[in-house]
């Protein structure tokens, strides 16, 4: 195994660099200090969330772990209590949103959907799911476009505008607790499952990393200064400190792919779908976390 | 996000003395002043420079924010409460706006 660059200075731990190449290697090391997550219990404003659920079949690990556990006892905090949660904010636009007139139909979300915590409940913790008009799998996100473009007679929202974010938020909020439970028999669901799992083995970019680099190899264990979770997806869109903004799936997903060095894939796009697909499979039975906190 | 909307969480009631914890959160990008866009040009600072506690017309808690402050600021502090009555609670932003939030308390 090669050494990273730190060889010789007085840093506890072991560091792993993964890659070949020289340039990897003394670019980026995985290290094992204080890598445990924690064992606690996230319950929110009283209602217990399922933090760690029995990992699907063919899946590396025994259980599979929410991103709060492996967060500062700070920032845990901040999603334990609704009224501390900046994501609240997101929730209460939302809601606002949901209820107001919008486009020539002269119709809000609410005319036809009625009150969201009834008629939302529950909903978002099975999306993606299978949408027979575009033979595809859509998202919450997609799913409000086709609304506002069919029902509405309106243009869909621009990829992470406020209200896109914000009404996305409350909506899946109305899950908040629900475990996450995908029908993979729909339709044409399991190939694009097959896909998405590819897509999440398949290493690219510079640093020649696949998300199985990261967030099943090395779990647990630190890169640089951040504590690799799971990679789940049950508390999109979540409130990240980094952003100190409402930052939604595919934004985070864009992220890390760009951080490999690789060529970002469009939001919404045929490869980000499937990896949505696959993903939020891979986290069945946590419980939905929106609006969750992070780092 | 657009209008910069107040949060407070004070209790109902509480008993003559007791010290109560309040808690207040608002939407606000606190824009610090040191950033500039796409064209190279500062982006005009924006922040709530000052935020502000009272009871009965008395103040019970109040500081200055200066811009390392992060976007939606959030603030917990502790008040002893003698008597009924209202709380306000007034965030002052640089262009002038005020926000503003009462919340009332009754001792028992």
């Keep these: 195994m090669r050494r990273g660059a730190w060889e010789g200075l007085p840093v506890r731990g072991k560091f792993a660099a993964i890659g070949a190449g020289v340039l990897v290697a003394s670019a980026l090391a995985f290290s094992a200090v204080q890598a445990e997550p924690v064992d606690e219990t996230l319950s929110i404003d009283g209602v217990e969330m399922t933090t760690r659920a029995k990992a699907q079949e063919g899946l590396p690990f025994d259980e599979v772990l929410s991103g709060w556990l492996f967060r500062e006892a700070e920032t845990r905090q901040l999603e334990a209590d609704s009224f501390e949660n900046p994501g609240m904010l997101y929730v209460e636009r939302g809601e606002e949103i949901w209820n107001t007139v919008e486009g020539p139909a002269g119709q809000s979300c609410a005319s036809c959907h009625g009150d969201a915590a009834e008629s939302m409940a529950g909903i978002a913790a099975h999306y993606p799911k299978w949408d027979a008009d575009s033979q595809r799998p859509i998202n919450i996100e997609l799913r409000i476009d086709k609304c506002r473009v069919e029902h509405m007679g309106l243009e869909p929202y621009k990829f992470d505008s406020d209200d896109q974010k914000a009404l996305t938020t409350y909506i899946k909020h109305q899950s908040l607790g629900e475990p996450v439970n995908l029908d993979l028999a729909e339709g044409d669901m399991q190939s694009w499952w097959e896909r998405g799992k590819e897509r999440y083995y398949l290493r690219t970019g510079q640093l020649n990393f696949a998300c199985a680099s990261c967030h099943e190899a090395n779990s647990g264990l630190y890169i640089r200064a951040d504590h690799l979770s799971q990679g789940q997806a049950n508390g999109f869109p979540t409130y990240r400190l980094k952003q100190a903004d409402m930052v939604s799936l595919h934004n985070r997903l864009r992220g890390c792919i760009r951080d490999t060095r690789a060529e970002t894939p469009a939001a919404f796009s045929d490869e980000l779908m499937a990896l949505e697909v696959y993903l939020t499979w891979r986290g069945t039975g946590l419980s939905v976390e929106t609006p969750a906190v992070r780092q | ?108």
């Excluded at chain 2, 949060?7 to 003395?17: C, D, E, H, L, N």
């Excluded at chain 2, 606190?30 to 000052?50: A, H, V, W």
Aim: charged residues 30%; proline residues 6%; glycine residues 6%.
């Design chain 2, 1 to 108: 996000m657009a209008t910069p909307r107040p949060r407070v969480k004070v209790p109902k009631t509480a008993a003559a003395g007791e010290v109560i914890t309040i808690k207040t959160l608002i939407s606000h990008d606190m824009e610090s002043g040191q950033r500039k866009d796409s064209e190279g040009n500062t982006i005009p600072r924006k922040i709530i420079n000052k935020f502000t506690c009272d009871f009965n017309g008395q103040t019970v808690f109040s500081c200055d924010i200066d811009p390392a402050i992060s976007a939606n600021p959030y603030f917990e502090f502790n008040a002893k409460v003698a008597e009924s009555g209202t709380f306000k609670f007034t965030w002052v932003d640089d262009d002038g706006s005020v926000y503003e939030a009462e919340e009332k308390i009754e001792v028992k």
